[in-house]
């Protein structure tokens, strides 16, 4: 989602990213938010899947309030992020379209641009299928909005069950790859609307003890000493 068409110097975007895969390995996604165009302030997350999305349909949800956002994949959260206050203006909040678009990620999407696209299997197609939206009509001129009746969001959540917050732990522990809330190469302190836990710090640290464990990478100078005699004569 994002009105970066009416809003392009401060635009909002909520995101869910396919960044393709490794012949062999798992397929990899990221979710991403952006808020009155604060892109230099990235919030990413990046996750494997258990299946390979171009071989069948499958379900991926983004309930969108003003208090929160959580993404799902086949009916189970992956993410949540609840709004703060010293978020401001980076959280997502003005309205926004829709939009399905394919496009070339290859300078950073598979390892930096290790892997790029390769043209030759083009055309590339996405198909949708079973699209709902629930919401509520902006007047793009007006900027006045337009609810639907209350009753028709009766089947939308409003926020994560206790059973969905286990599968949520679960999918995370799992398949989670990265996210800036453990990023301390980034983030020496992490951002306010981040709720760390320890099992996952630990996941990603075994993974890169860089990036998520604060390490540095040192180059050691070997200095060679040499004794210098001096001969005189008198």
């Not at 991403?32 to 499958?58: A, C, K, M, Q, V």
């Not at 208090?67 to 189970?76: A, G, H, L």
């Not at 939009?99 to 590339?124: E, F, H, L, M, Q």
Request: net charge neutral.
């Amino acid at each position: 989602m994002s009105n970066g068409d009416m809003f392009e110097k401060n635009h909002d975007e909520i995101d869910f990213e396919f960044l393709g895969n490794i012949r062999g390995k798992d397929w990899r996604i990221q979710t991403n938010i952006y808020g009155n165009g604060s892109t230099s302030i990235g919030r990413e997350e990046r996750y494997s899947l258990w299946f390979d999305p171009s071989d069948d349909f499958h379900q991926y949800s983004i309930l969108w309030t003003d208090s929160q956002i959580i993404f799902y994949v086949d009916n189970v959260p992956i993410r949540e992020i609840k709004r703060t206050a010293s978020m401001g203006g980076d959280f997502p909040s003005k309205p926004m379209s829709l939009y399905a678009t394919i496009w070339d990620g290859s300078d950073w999407a598979t390892n930096g641009g290790k892997y790029r696209v390769n043209y030759k299997y083009a055309p590339y197609v996405a198909e949708i299928s079973n699209f709902v939206l629930h919401g509520c009509a902006v007047d793009p001129i007006e900027q006045s909005s337009k609810c639907e009746n209350s009753e028709s969001f009766g089947g939308i959540p409003t926020g994560i069950t206790p059973t969905q917050r286990i599968k949520m732990g679960g999918f995370r522990g799992k398949y989670m790859t990265y996210s800036y809330c453990y990023d301390r190469a980034r983030y020496k302190v992490a951002p306010s609307e981040c709720v760390l836990v320890p099992k996952e710090a630990e996941r990603l640290k075994s993974f890169d003890p860089v990036t998520f464990g604060g390490r540095r990478h040192r180059n050691r100078h070997h200095r060679s000493h040499s004794s210098h005699v001096v001969a005189s004569s008198i």
